[in-house]
C-alpha cells in the first residue's frame, strides 16, 4: 500500500528555517515526481514545490522561489524540502504528494495519486 509520511514541522520564528520530510513505502519513488503543497486555515491548498522522478525539474511559485528548495533521495525513499527565510504567511499544514514522472505545468492537486497526512508549520514570534 502507498505510503507518504511528512516529519520536520513545529513552530519557529519568522526568518528561521525548517527541513521538511516525506518518507515514502509501498511504490518505487524513481518513477514518481513529489510535490509539496501546503494549505492554511480557511484558504485552498497550494502548491509550493515540485521535483520530477529524474531530478532534472523542479517547480516553485514566485511566494517561495529563492527561499524553498526541493530534493529527493531515492536510496533513503525520501524526499526533502528545506525552508529558509520564512514568514508568517508560510504558516500552514504542508503535505506531500505522489504523481507521474513529470511535474505538472500549474500545480493541481489532482495530477498527484498518493498524499501524506500533512505536519503543521507555525511561523511566529
Known amino acids: 500500500q502507498p505510503q507518504l509520511v511528512e516529519s520536520g514541522g513545529g513552530l519557529v520564528q519568522p526568518g528561521g528555517s525548517l527541513r521538511l520530510s516525506c518518507a515514502t513505502s509501498g511504490f518505487t519513488l524513481d518513477y514518481y515526481a513529489i510535490g509539496w503543497f501546503r494549505q492554511a486555515p480557511g484558504k485552498e491548498r497550494e502548491g509550493v514545490s515540485c521535483i520530477s522522478s529524474s531530478d532534472t525539474s523542479t517547480y516553485y511559485p514566485d511566494s517561495v522561489k529563492g527561499r524553498f528548495t526541493i530534493s529527493r533521495d531515492n536510496a533513503k525513499s525520501t524526499v526533502y524540502l528545506q525552508m529558509n527565510s520564512l514568514k508568517p504567511e508560510d504558516t500552514a499544514v504542508y503535505y506531500c504528494?505522489?504523481?507521474?514522472?513529470?511535474?505538472?505545468?500549474?500545480?493541481?492537486?489532482?495530477?498527484?495519486?498518493?498524499w501524506g497526512q500533512g505536519t503543521q508549520v507555525t511561523v511566529s514570534s
Open positions: 504528494a505522489a504523481g507521474p514522472p513529470s511535474c505538472p505545468l500549474v500545480p493541481a492537486t489532482e495530477w498527484y495519486d498518493y
